[in-house]
């Protein structure tokens, strides 16, 4: 009976950080998470002050036998950002980022969302390659891969990672880089958080000069020679270009970056008012650190959410034919499929170099719909499936593992394939044989 020991656990524990059980007048608003589809309730949420805090709430997890949640940003799809007669181990507290300009790294907190990541960066004139909604932590974006709109330029969020500091199943503080327990180093980029707490990762960060912005919507009822003409402007385009679209019942809205030579963006980005009649033309008048946001109210916190994902080698005929037969239908007027284009510096790194799996494919896609009502959970979720099952028939092996509702044996061995599930599910085993940390896209431990 894991309640009473927890119970006890709590009682003897002195954090210095903030606990806050269900009397405490926080505890409604502090057990929400971002998916208004989650409701949990947890017998405490710790709120560490630093790294001691940390280790003492995972031995009291492992000590109790008690469920224990990482949240950082709060983002999981599935919910894993918290539990029910567990732990919420809440990061929030812990935010800090230093950039050091002379040696471009960056040094960021278990708890930091992308925000603070981006606002840091930006003011040195750096960037590293990340999502693309600010409110998303960078620590369950980089675990899982992390991919955004400078992915094609400068690589994966893992690629830039130089090293993280992790509180393993045992309370222990371990320093892991490609020096210092490499194995687990490749283990965190892209094999979630099934081996730690991570109080604090290491980036590399890259000067990122002037950026261009184009975005141009179309009608819905166009789609389809939209993305065929889409389809052609991107094959082949330099790895600065990096462009992504998004379907709606109503409309296409095709958005691109270029962070090439600005001489060069006009022309580049002038290519996508050809593809028909656009609604709605935007080019320039945006930064960086805006097109970071420019999501954010879209996806926020409290609105009900699906996902699932997969990738692509291109954007062909079946695809454009599942995607808008899928969207005719979409239960609500915020439903989407979105699709962002990768290639480029994703794919100069080896498929085995990292657990992350995908680095050939040419797009990813996901299928979310976006509601508010819970009197259309059902139908929304019901749409969601059976639209992601239609293009998961024509996608390619491997999945991203940050952006998908569903969970269990069957994502996880399809997401890494054999033999990168077998060497991380080794690493379990060295590192957490007890699945401590289980509320993930979970990696079954062998010895």
């Known amino acids: ?95 800090g980022v230093t950039v050091d300009r002379a040696a471009l790294t960056a040094e960021v907190a278990g708890g930091a969302l992308l925000g603070d990541l981006d606002k840091a960066s ?32 400068l690589g994966l969020t893992i690629d830039s990672l130089l090293g993280a500091d992790i509180v393993t199943a045992d309370g222990r503080l371990v320093r892991t880089s ?8 490749w283990g965190i980029r892209g094999g979630g958080g099934n081996f730690g707490v991570v109080t604090s990762f290491r980036f590399r960060t890259h000067l990122l000069g002037p950026v261009a912005v184009g975005q141009w919507a179309y009608a819905a009822g166009g789609a389809a020679g939209v993305l065929s003409g889409y389809r052609d402007l991107v094959a082949g385009a330099p790895r ?78 079946g695809a454009i034919g599942a995607m808008t037969e899928s969207i005719a239908i979409a239960p609500t007027p915020h439903s989407e499929i ?23 494919a040419g797009h990813y896609w996901i299928v979310e719909p976006v509601w508010d009502s819970a009197a259309d959970d059902e139908r929304c979720i019901a749409w969601g499936r059976r639209s ?19 969970i269990g044996k069957e994502m996880t061995h399809g997401a890494y394939g054999p033999e990168k599930y077998d060497r991380l599910a080794r690493l379990k085993h060295r590192y957490d044989p007890f699945n401590l940390f289980r509320l993930n896209q979970n990696i079954e431990a062998r010895g």
Not at 8 to 35: S, T
Not at 340 to 359: C, F, K, M, N
């Open 240 to 317: 600065e270009l990096t462009t992504a679209f998004t379907i709606t019942r109503s409309e296409i809205v095709i958005s691109a970056l270029w962070s090439g030579a600005p001489d060069h963006a006009e022309k580049i980005l002038a290519r996508f008012a050809t593809l028909g009649r656009p609604v709605s033309v935007s080019l320039g008048g945006m930064t960086f650190l805006e097109l970071q946001q420019r999501s954010d109210d879209h996806f926020s916190w409290g609105r009900r959410y699906y996902a699932k994902g997969g990738y692509l080698d291109e954007i062909h005929e």
């Open 1 to 95: 009976m894991h309640d009473a020991a927890l119970a006890q656990g709590l009682r003897r524990a002195r954090f210095e950080g903030k606990v806050i059980d269900p009397a405490h007048g926080e505890y409604d608003k502090a057990r929400r998470v971002w998916n208004g589809l989650v409701d949990r309730r947890p017998v405490a949420i710790i709120r560490p002050a630093g790294i001691t805090d940390v280790q003492q709430a995972v031995r009291l997890a492992a000590e109790a036998q008690a469920p224990l949640a990482i949240r950082c940003g709060g983002h999981s799809f599935p919910g894993h950002s918290t539990c029910d007669a567990g732990i919420v181990l809440d990061l929030s507290a812990m935010r």
């Open 122 to 153: 930006a003011a040195l004139g750096l960037v590293t390659p990340a999502g693309v909604v600010s409110h998303t932590g960078v620590a369950g974006l980089t675990l899982g891969g992390g991919m955004g709109w400078l992915s094609r330029r």
């Open 178 to 185: 490609t020096e210092l327990e490499p194995d687990l180093f």
């Open 388 to 406: 992601a099952a239609k293009l998961a028939a024509m996608s390619l092996a491997g999945n991203y593992i940050n952006e998908q509702s569903e």
């Open 338 to 360: 979105y699709v962002l284009q990768l290639g480029g510096a994703i794919s100069d790194v080896a498929e085995e170099a990292t657990p992350y799996t995908g680095r050939g």
